[in-house]
């Protein structure tokens, strides 16, 4: 059974950085594309950046030059480096891999930007 297991989440002042991991457990097989999303209360679970196997990346427009997305994939983990973080980027954090047995997505780790 594949489970994603994330971590790093937690309250930060704004202006402030944090990294969330994101690691596979099981027999996952081949993954394409990592990635991240995030919920914000009262909003829809939006696209924050994904990765492909092939290292090619892709980020939200309100996160460029902001986030940084990275993986190691003999480790079939995902990172997430977010740096000058502010209040609108308060929100539950969820990562998800593209596999070839399917979809797999984590929990959610919260993430609170606040003074």
């Known amino acids: 059974q594949v489970q994603l297991v994330e971590s790093g989440g937690g309250l930060v002042q704004p202006g402030g950085s944090l990294r969330l991991s994101c690691a596979a457990s099981?027999?996952?097989?081949?993954?394409?594309?990592m990635g991240w999303h995030r919920q914000a209360p009262g909003k829809q679970r939006e696209l924050v950046a994904d990765?492909?196997?092939?290292?090619?990346?892709n980020y939200a427009e309100p996160v460029k030059g902001r986030f940084t997305i990275s993986r190691d994939n003999a480790k079939n983990t995902v990172y997430l480096r977010m740096n000058s973080l502010n209040p609108e980027d308060t929100a539950v954090y969820y990562c998800?891999?593209?596999?070839?047995?399917?979809?797999?997505w984590g929990q959610g780790t919260q993430v609170t930007v606040s003074s």
């Open positions: 990765i492909t196997s092939s290292a090619f990346t």
């Open positions: 099981g027999t996952i097989g081949s993954i394409y594309t």
């Open positions: 998800r891999f593209w596999t070839a047995s399917g979809v797999y």
